[in-house]
């Protein structure tokens, strides 16, 4: 007898053991859960998944295999699916609810959340009609795709994904979103993104619009951060459309990060020039105080021109520094955004990013070289640039001027010819008188009131050949020298 106990008791054990197993094997599981298990074994009709439960699930094989019946997985290779089914013995799987099927499993599927299977047959007004099951549904244009569709045809003929939203008449009137599905999937995908968001992080993203003051970009799963103008280039942007166009790809690098007060999802700001090399690191090595360098002119301002030595090395010409002797009155009298110019470096200044420049000192000073080939007396052909009140502005040369007196006007035998040139009129006068340290240059006609000018000229020729005219004095003192 206590041998038949014994037998009970062990079969009792095994019994309560087998209910716990029974029990436990499917965890909580609940048919419509999405889950993520790695493949552990391929049968001929069935792929078995580790579901997390002490049950695997299995899948049909024909959803893994591809239009000549070759599978697109392997044993370790983990997959998403959804339970479909759960009974005492196993566990169904699917990536969504796909053939032959009752109205039931419509209703299952839709109570469910689980995504069904359809084939967009054909557009029709307002939306498409999708076979499920063997079912006609319809699905509105708007709940396609997550974005405005301007092409509808494009899907027609695709095997697509949906949920249902609404069974109606028996079956007859079945709706379906692919939208909400997709929101979802970008909702999940939006929580692990920003969960890895931080700054200083890089993303590859693309740009999905563009405005005045900037080009927003997608990073993931629809998070878009904002790429300031001021952080598209190293080099100066006027217009963001000139960096990039909507749809590039793009590396960005994440700056700022602050939430927003009733949205989901954080203010993002992006930087594009920040995951580049930055260009002053080069140029504090190459561009040194002194050097003659080449660049374009970019922006012109009042007080000087900017000028692009490098992308994203500008250097600026005061107004002072572009012309020797020139009154400027706008810097746009001597160059335009888009002018190639030469360049003298005056300053440099890596911490500040500041580079002072120079055009009249890179090429040769025309003032000097004017007055060394031009002395005292010299004749010249200058051309009327504007009259004033005191006297007449005569171009000599590109970047000299000179100054005919009213008073050395009113005095020459040719004042009324003087007096109908016009602008740009070419004449012949005299250089009277040069003051280098102020940089003027005097002029005269060359008639009765140019005896002083001639005399100035004939004594600067006559230092140089050693020459000259004497009074009758000088000349008995060389004399009586020589006699004695």
């Not at 209703?107 to 076979?131: L, N």
């Not at 795709?145 to 695709?158: C, K």
């Not at 105080?289 to 692009?308: L, M």
């Amino acid at each position: 007898m206590a041998d038949d106990m014994h037998d009970d008791n062990q079969e009792e054990d095994f019994a309560t053991m087998f209910e716990r197993y029974t029990n436990g094997m499917h965890q909580d599981l609940r048919v419509g859960d999405k889950i993520r298990g790695r493949i552990v074994a391929v049968g001929k009709e069935s792929l078995f998944v580790d579901t997390g439960a002490k049950a695997d699930g299995a899948v049909d094989r024909s959803e893994f295999e591809d239009e000549n019946g070759d599978l697109t997985c392997q044993t370790g290779d983990e997959v998403e699916l959804y339970v479909t089914r759960i009974t005492e013995s196993e566990i169904l799987l699917s990536k969504a609810v796909s053939g032959e099927g009752g109205i039931e499993l419509l209703r299952d599927a839709q109570a469910a959340e689980i995504p069904v299977e359809g084939k967009v047959r054909e557009t029709c007004k307002g939306g498409f009609h999708v076979e499920i099951l063997q079912r006609r549904a319809f699905c509105p244009i708007s709940q396609m795709d997550l974005s405005r569709i301007d092409a509808p045809e494009t899907f027609v003929g695709q095997q697509l994904s949906f949920l249902i939203t609404r069974i109606e008449e028996g079956g007859r009137n079945i709706v379906v979103s692919r939208r909400r599905l997709l929101e979802g999937e970008r909702a999940a995908m939006q929580r692990e993104i920003l969960e890895n968001l931080a700054v200083g992080s890089e993303w590859e993203g693309h740009v999905t619009r563009i405005l005045p003051f900037g080009a927003f970009v997608d990073i993931s799963a629809g998070i878009e951060g904002l790429v300031h103008v001021s952080e598209l280039s190293w080099a100066r942007v006027d217009k963001p459309e000139s960096v990039v166009t909507p749809g590039d790809a793009v590396r960005v690098k994440v700056i700022g990060i602050s939430p927003e007060e009733g949205k989901p999802l954080p203010k993002i700001s992006l930087s594009m020039k920040q995951v580049a090399d930055d260009p002053w690191n080069a140029a504090a090595d190459t561009i040194k105080t002194g050097d003659i360098v080449s660049g374009t002119v970019t922006n012109c301002a009042a007080f000087g021109a900017f000028v692009s030595l490098a992308p994203g090395v500008e250097g600026l010409v005061h107004i002072s520094e572009l012309s020797h002797g020139r009154r400027i009155n706008k810097v746009t009298d001597v160059v335009s955004p888009g002018d190639g110019v030469t360049v003298r470096v005056k300053d440099i200044d890596p911490v500040t990013r500041r580079i002072s420049l120079s055009l009249k000192d890179a090429g040769e000073d025309p003032f000097r070289r004017f007055t060394e080939d031009h002395p005292v007396g010299s004749r010249v052909t200058a051309a009327l640039e504007k009259k004033e009140t005191f006297g007449y502005f005569f171009q000599l040369a590109a970047g000299v001027t000179g100054l005919l007196p009213l008073s050395k006007i009113n005095q020459s035998e040719n004042r009324a010819a003087l007096e109908k040139l016009k602008p740009g009129d070419a004449t012949s006068l005299l250089v009277g008188d040069i003051d280098r340290p102020r940089r003027r240059i005097s002029l005269s006609t060359g008639g009765g009131d140019d005896a002083e000018t001639n005399w100035k000229g004939y004594q600067a020729r006559a230092e140089d050949t050693g020459g000259g005219f004497h009074t009758l004095a000088d000349k008995l003192k060389q004399a009586m020298k020589e006699k004695e």
